[in-house]
Structure formats: structure tokens, C-alpha cells
């Protein structure tokens, strides 16, 4: 039995920052941002926006009155948690309109939670063949202003539909995890912007791409040339690139000229975003189905997801006939090109104005964001979620 993903939703709000402008306003050569990191655009989150009402946006382009009473476990897979006790998911089940009798949970590891999510999803499709599994992976990228970490912020959500008999993708069995405990990135419970150890963490996300990839090919005797391309965890575009160019070697030069042509069409809308944390890799595969012009049924796509800490997976999925009917392009090319840029200094007010973590009330910006799904504040400690 085949299982894998059937829809797919993607979300970020509707402002953002210019790479080029940002980089002038920092001193900066504008390529350092556009060619050096790989970032033309960046998501800016506002206050009426966080990791559920995110995901609540992405999620509800796919589920609907056909598949809401079929869905019977949400993973929700994020960093930017609001609550160290109540799941994430739980909130999520209320705005979609899922059943009470659904199973809810929230999952951790850094960028790698989403990953997990969709692994779950699919041993429990296989246990049960005629359920769905909704997994969403949703993050707002922090890392502060006038700072290195800057031009690699962002945010938004995914959302992926786990079934059998999917119409995008079917993964394959078997997948090559890398775990180690190291210090390349973190954020204490008593901060809201993260901490990262830049040049160390880029150098074992590409050692721990080489160590899942060289594990995948031994146990399942795959051969580089098997893959019609590669898609990448993208905290940054250019990281992906640089963990590309590190096994292009192991291929003939038409072959590698192939997967440097795909990833181009994989990081089209990364560059668009930033980093959106667990839901970056998902954002680079939907934009590698979106854009590619070469993807036909039966061709495998390699995965590498990475989770700062770390944990990394490797795994392949095989493309679906007629995967392009099930994309919904428009709605997702919709996203990104209805957004406002806004300028330096109203990129800075809206960053500084996130929703203190104190029991204080609070009123967001709500009136200003046109969103389905929204935060409109605190009250008496508790979040008020609203949807239009």
C-alpha cells in the first residue's frame, strides 16, 4: 500500500522586507544577502499572527467537508511553541472543525519536527488504511535586528495531508537518521529570540547531510543517480546549495548540472519567505512541484530534513501521475504574490511589537490583517483566537 502526502497547504501573512534595502539600511552589500545567503524577500510576522493561527491558515486550503470526518490525528510540529503545557495541535482542532475525537499532539526538535510528524503519520495510515493524518509544521523565525542572524528570519506554515493512496507524493520505506547532542543553535525557556552558533551549525548541517545520505545509499542501495533531485531544510537558501555541491562529485556532470537545475526551482519560494524553521524543507519541496519542468510520475525525490541540536533525517519519495492537479498552485502562488513590502522602519515597529510573555492583556494589531485565522490578543492569560 502506498502512503504518502495528498494535499498540501502553505501560508505566511502579507508583509515583507526587501533583501536588497534591508541589506543598505545594514551597511551591507545588497549580493551579500541576494547571492551570499540566497534571500531576495523575508517574511515579517505580525503581532496577530503566531505558530497556530499560521498553521490554521495553511491547513484550512486542505481540509475540507471531504476529508474533515477522515482526519483522526493532527502532529503539529514547531519551535515557536505558545504554551509549555497545552499542544499546539489542540488549538488547531478547534478552528478547523475537526472531530472531539481526535488524537492531538505537539512535536519537538528544532526544524526537524515536522519530519517526524509526516513519519508518524505514515506508520499510523499504514495501521489504518481509511484514516488521514493532518501534519503541520509552523515557526516565526527569530533572531533579532542589527545582528548576523538578521537576514536569516522569516516565518510561516505547512500543512500536509498523510494518506494512503496519495495523489502527490508516496514515500518510500526505510529512511537514515544522525543524531548528536551539540550546542549549534538553542532557545532557553526565558527567550524569545534564539541563540546560534552560525559558521558551527552550517558545518553540521552539511556533516549531517553526508552521514544520512551515505547511511540511506548503503541499506537501501540507492545510487545518486536514482534521484531526479534533492530538496533541502533551507534556514537559508544558499545552505542548501552548499550541502548539494558536496556530493556532486559522486555523479557525472550532466547528472549534477540536472540537481543544481532542480534546486533552483526547489528554493523559488524560499527566497521569497526565509526561514520558516520546521516547515522549511516542505516549502522547498512544494516549490520544486510548483515549478519544475521536468517532473514526471514514477521520478524520486531525495528529502534531508535537519533539526539544530541535532537531528537529521534522509528518506525518498516517489512523484504521483497527475501530482500537479492535486497542488491547488494558484491558491498557493496567491499567498506570495498578495503580500505589501513594507519599509525599514515599519519592518522594525512591526518586529519590536510581538505580544509580550507576561500575564498582562493584551490587543493586537488584528484590524490590519486580513487573515482567515488571527490572534486578536490576551486575556485573563488566556490567547484569543479568532477566525473570520
Not at 491558515?57 to 504554551?83: H, M, P, Y
Not at 542572524?149 to 544522525?178: D, F, K
Not at 534564539?194 to 551549525?201: E, H, P, R
Request: charged share 20%; glycine share 6%.
Amino acid at each position: 500500500m502506498k502512503v504518502g502526502i495528498d494535499k498540501i497547504g502553505f501560508y505566511t501573512p502579507k508583509w515583507y522586507v526587501d533583501m536588497a534595502k534591508l541589506a543598505r539600511a545594514r551597511n551591507e552589500e545588497p549580493d551579500k544577502y541576494l547571492i551570499g545567503i540566497g534571500q531576495t524577500k523575508q517574511a515579517v510576522i505580525p503581532n496577530s499572527q503566531d505558530a497556530v493561527t499560521m498553521a490554521a491558515n495553511a491547513a484550512d486550503q486542505i481540509v475540507n467537508d471531504d476529508n474533515r470526518k477522515k482526519i483522526d490525528l493532527i502532529l503539529f510540529g514547531t519551535e515557536s511553541g505558545i504554551d509549555n503545557s497545552k499542544s499546539a495541535a489542540i488549538y488547531l482542532q478547534r478552528l478547523l472543525g475537526l472531530p472531539n475525537t481526535i488524537q492531538s499532539v505537539e512535536l519537538k526538535q528544532a526544524c526537524y519536527a515536522m519530519t517526524a510528524g509526516i513519519q508518524l503519520a505514515k506508520d499510523h495510515v499504514l495501521a489504518h488504511p481509511d484514516s488521514q493524518v493532518l501534519v503541520v509544521g509552523a515557526d516565526i523565525a527569530r533572531y533579532g535586528l542589527h545582528n548576523a542572524g538578521e537576514p536569516t528570519q522569516g516565518g510561516g506554515a505547512m500543512a500536509v495531508v498523510i494518506s494512503a493512496n496519495p495523489r502527490i507524493l508516496a514515500i518510500e520505506n526505510g529512511s537514515a537518521h544522525y543524531v548528536a547532542d551539540i550546542m549549534d543553535f538553542w532557545r532557553p525557556l526565558y527567550a524569545t529570540e534564539a541563540l546560534v552558533d552560525g559558521k558551527y551549525s552550517s558545518k553540521q548541517y552539511i556533516e549531517f547531510f553526508q552521514q544520512t545520505f551515505a547511511q540511506y545509499q548503503k541499506q537501501h542501495g540507492l545510487e545518486i543517480s536514482d534521484l531526479q533531485a534533492l530538496v533541502f531544510h533551507l534556514p537559508y537558501t544558499k545552505m542548501g546549495l552548499k550541502a548539494l555541491r558536496a556530493i556532486l562529485p559522486e555523479t557525472d556532470e550532466s547528472h549534477a548540472n540536472q540537481l543544481l537545475r532542480e534546486f533552483e526551482y526547489s528554493r523559488v519560494f524560499n527566497r521569497q519567505v526565509g526561514n520558516l524553521y520546521t516547515g522549511s524543507l516542505y516549502l522547498s519541496l512544494l516549490s520544486l512541484l510548483v515549478n519544475s519542468e521536468s517532473l514526471n510520475e514514477t521520478q524520486k525525490i531525495g528529502l534531508f530534513s535537519y533539526g539544530s541540536g541535532a537531528e537529521g533525517e534522509f528518506y525518498v519519495a516517489t512523484v504521483q501521475s497527475n501530482y500537479k492537479q492535486a497542488l491547488h498552485e494558484s491558491t498557493i502562488t496567491n499567498v506570495l504574490s498578495n503580500r505589501e513590502e513594507l519599509s525599514i522602519p515599519d519592518y522594525e515597529k512591526m518586529f519590536k511589537s510581538q505580544m509580550p510573555l507576561s500575564d498582562a492583556d493584551f490587543v493586537t494589531d488584528y484590524e490590519k490583517d486580513s487573515a482567515k485565522f488571527y490572534l486578536a490578543g490576551q486575556k485573563d492569560q488566556q490567547r484569543q483566537y479568532q477566525k473570520r
